[in-house]
């Protein structure tokens, strides 16, 4: 039987368990930032009739370094991904045909895309700079 004792493994893990703990701090700081950035340029692009569903984009949730963002409009998923599903064969043929409705103006789709690789980049600095720092 062969043992292998590490000097100062409690120390060791402790540092791992701090260091951790503050890049995952510093993570969910950057995603809270990218959450905040994609509404901003969410409620820049959205299209807007009456301003309703501009004001109402906002967070929408917060899990662990998930973000995600949106509105509780409900003609909101309409806008993003169109009205492609008609209520009746007359309103078929008359709203598309006269070009109403039907076409998709996503806003928060293209908002996530411009904040991804950015933030991206920045997270994987910050673990770049936490590992440097503990060696």
């Known amino acids: 039987m062969v043992i292998i004792k590490v000097d100062g493994i409690v120390k060791l893990r402790k540092q791992i368990d701090r260091l951790k703990a ?23 692009i959205v299209p807007v009739d009456t301003g309703r569903l501009r004001t109402s984009i906002g967070p929408a949730g917060r899990r662990g370094l998930d973000r995600s963002f949106g509105s ?18 007359t309103e078929s043929i008359s709203r598309f045909a ?34 440097e720092r503990s060696t």
């Open 22 to 44: 503050e890049t995952r701090r510093l993570i969910e700081k950057e995603m809270d930032k990218a959450q905040q950035s994609a509404i901003t340029i969410a409620k820049r």
């Open 72 to 89: 509780n409009v409900t003609y909101a998923a309409k806008v993003e991904f169109g009205d492609l599903a008609p209520t009746s064969p």
């Open 98 to 131: 006269s070009g109403e409705g039907g076409v998709a103006q996503p806003y928060l789709r293209p908002a996530a895309d411009d904040v991804i690789e950015p933030t991206e980049k920045r997270i994987v600095k910050i673990i770049e700079r936490e590992i």
